[in-house]
């Protein structure tokens, strides 16, 4: 037996913090070697941080990206780590490359393959991709290094990478090198969350280990990096086809890392009774090097998931725990002194103040309110609080602000939320300030204000005289307003800009209405880990969602004014998503809500929703930034892209018509309510 201690690292980074990105790298390196580890794989471009954009075009960040890297070199002595930063060769192209690293000497530079340009991703904007086979050099201070489709020989262990997105694709490099008898494949991610995402990775990672007769480490970034990517801290190593260890997700440390025992002759014998491929050398592309392995011996391993992914409720599960673990690094990359809510006492406003609890509980879960305040030491307000409530009331703000078409239904339902969380809660009416802004006009324009010719507008101008004070608030404080507007809204225009729409950062705009009311239930009775609970979601839960926004008496509802928000979200996945024209979309909602809703009822919320789309693409170009959830995202800045001007689907909504008339169904005959 060749048995080899390795360690998956993840670390939790900022774009272009120099000294905080190499402290994270370095802390790892030489917790790495405390636990006697000989080969560390880090994430990609550890070094710069994943979220550069633009800057990446930059020389200077090139540069200190060099000069990071020759700082982290010194560090290790006596172990194998692999780093990942951004280099410019000779041709003037910049390279998305992994360094490796043997006992305080550089090997080489392998660089990736193929670019990610799909979703949030655009790599092709500031990468070149690599041409397999290709080996160069490269120069950084007095000495030059080799840059390529490289293999590493330490001493006889051969070393090989897929960087991220080289393993997602079906002729991924790992085939290349299980040719050239690779024994360990290093794989350095920036893999963005998404909903069950862990478990493809997981599979690609199995997959590789067992098709390529390899040990296969695969590590990713952590936590809330650059504002709208969630990055989970996955990391796993797997050998011959099986799962050896994974680590934890959503941690709040600034690294962890997930250590396991590899035999080499092991996965040798897997490769040399696998005969089915060719067995090519290239010894241009393989790097000599001499590194003293210890000898250590034979370890039990068993993978196992965490408490909290075991159960039935993994999306829930991962809702939480990621926007969580996303407010707080943008709270303390931010350096805010906190967060303040306009809570409305409606659905999302609450989800979000619950949202913050859970932030707070789950980093004392993770690292203890110690370390929680020690992240957070530059705000003083806290670091004499000793429970979850007194630090919530100091970090999070709320505001209750209703007029006279405010019920005193929601008004409990935010109060007695904020109280069982520990919320800061103010209760102000601003009716006076409405009516002042309604006399205002009505002066100038010669007339009053009525709900018969001027809905939208009364409408509109609630929502956003609650803006001004809201802002006033987070700015005494020095805090974020935390906007309240979810996906479904952000989809049809539902929403008021500058009212229910400001704030700087958007935290449930990535997540639909249907899904958020069912999270909301379950985050009250059943809770994260099954443990952690938000009681005081109770009021809330018995609330049919509405505006509040028109008088009482009419009695105005979410559902109402738009459609059934099931039958929204199931209109946008397949319009937005899945790119189906209304026509198709139409076919597919007859067979989902076959008996559920009329033909017609269907008709009129297909129509309306295409043509909401279209309308109000402004307003979601205008959205505070907010976290990438699911491939269902309607965020224009990173997702989905649409025209502010259209056509406005005007041909394919005639086809959508003549296809309702002419299959045994009424036409559109005007407004149908739910």
Same mark, same amino acid.
């Given at each position: ?36 580890? %000989? ?451 952000? %989809? ?88 189906? %024209? ?22 009129? %919320? ?69």
């Amino acid at each position: 037996m060749k048995l080899i201690k390795v360690a998956a690292g993840v670390v939790n980074q900022i774009p272009m913090a120099w000294e905080h990105n190499r402290r994270t790298i370095i802390d790892a390196i030489e917790d790495a070697k405390r636990q006697e580890v %000989s080969i560390l794989c880090l994430p990609e471009l550890c070094i710069t941080g994943y979220g550069c954009e633009d800057m990446f075009f930059s020389n200077e960040l090139i540069e200190q990206a060099k000069q990071s890297l020759l700082e982290i070199v010194p560090h290790t002595g006596g172990i194998i780590v692999a780093v990942s930063l951004p280099l410019r060769l000779a041709n003037n192209r910049t390279y998305d490359t992994a360094c490796l690293i043997a006992d305080k000497r550089i090997l080489g530079f392998v660089c990736k393959q193929v670019v990610a340009n799909n979703g949030i991703h655009y790599e092709s904007r500031w990468f070149q991709p690599w041409t397999a086979g290709v080996r160069d050099e490269i120069q950084i201070g007095e000495f030059t290094y080799p840059v390529g489709d490289l293999l590493f020989d330490v001493s006889g262990v051969k070393i090989g990478f897929e960087i991220c997105e080289d393993a997602w694709i079906a002729n991924r490099p790992g085939r290349s090198l299980h040719e050239r008898g690779v024994d360990i494949i290093l794989n350095p991610s920036a893999s963005h969350f998404s909903f069950f995402k862990s478990v493809v990775r997981e599979r690609f990672v199995i997959d590789g280990s067992r098709a390529f007769g390899v040990s296969y480490i695969y590590c990713n970034l952590l936590g809330n990096e650059s504002g709208r990517a969630i990055f989970d801290g996955d990391a796993m190593i797997a050998a011959n086809g099986q799962l050896l260890v994974s680590g934890p997700r959503f941690s709040y440390a600034d690294h962890m890392l997930v250590c396991a025992v590899i035999d080499v002759d092991d996965t040798r014998l897997s490769q040399v009774q696998n005969k089915v491929n060719l067995a090519y050398l290239y010894p241009n592309l393989r790097v000599a090097a001499q590194f003293d392995f210890p000898k250590i011996k034979p370890v039990v391993q068993k993978p196992e998931l965490e408490y909290w992914e075991r159960g039935n409720h993994l999306k829930e599960e991962e809702f939480a725990r990621a926007v969580a673990l996303a407010l707080f690094d943008y709270l303390r990359k931010s350096r805010s002194h906190g967060f303040v809510l306009s809570l409305s006492g409606g659905a999302d406003s609450s989800a979000i103040a619950a949202l913050v609890s859970l932030m707070i509980r789950l980093t004392d879960e993770s690292i203890g309110l110690d370390g929680l305040k020690k992240k957070l030491s530059y705000i003083k307000a806290i670091q004499n609080l000793n429970t979850v409530e007194e630090i919530c009331g100091a970090l999070l703000t709320t505001i209750y602000q209703g007029t006279e078409n405010s019920s005193k239904d929601t008004l409990h339902s935010a109060e007695s939320l904020a109280k069982s969380i520990g919320a800061t809660f103010y209760n102000i009416n601003i009716n006076g300030l409405v009516e002042t802004y309604t006399k205002l006009i009505e002066d100038q324009i010669g007339r009053k204000l009525s709900w018969n010719t001027d809905d939208i507008a009364l409408q509109n101008i609630q929502a956003r005289v609650r803006a001004p004070s809201a802002w006033l608030l987070a700015n005494i404080h020095n805090a974020l307003l935390l906007s309240t507007s979810n996906r479904s809204e952000a %989809s049809v225009g539902y929403a008021t800009m500058d009212g229910d729409t400001a704030g700087s950062i958007s935290p449930i705009a990535g997540i639909d209405k249907h899904y958020l009311r069912g999270w909301l239930r379950w985050a009250e009775t059943e809770g994260v880990g099954g443990t952690i609970k938000v009681e005081g979601l109770k009021a809330v839960n018995n609330l049919q969602p509405t505006a509040e926004l028109r008088p009482l008496d009419k009695k105005q509802t979410d559902e109402e004014d738009l459609m059934p928000y099931e039958v929204l979200n199931a209109i946008e996945k397949a319009a937005i998503r899945d790119k189906q %024209s209304p026509k198709e979309v139409m076919q597919h909602m007859e067979v989902i809500f076959d008996g559920q809703y009329s033909r017609e009822q269907l008709y009129v %919320s297909v129509d309306r929703f295409f043509r909401l789309w279209s309308r109000n693409q402004w307003k979601r170009e205008r959205y505070a930034p907010s976290f990438h959830l699911d491939d269902e995202n309607v965020d224009p800045k990173t997702w989905c892209r649409f025209p502010i001007l259209s056509s406005g689907f005007e041909k394919e909504l005639a086809e959508l018509k003549e296809y309702v008339d002419g299959k045994d169904g009424p036409g559109r005959k005007g407004k149908i309510g739910f």
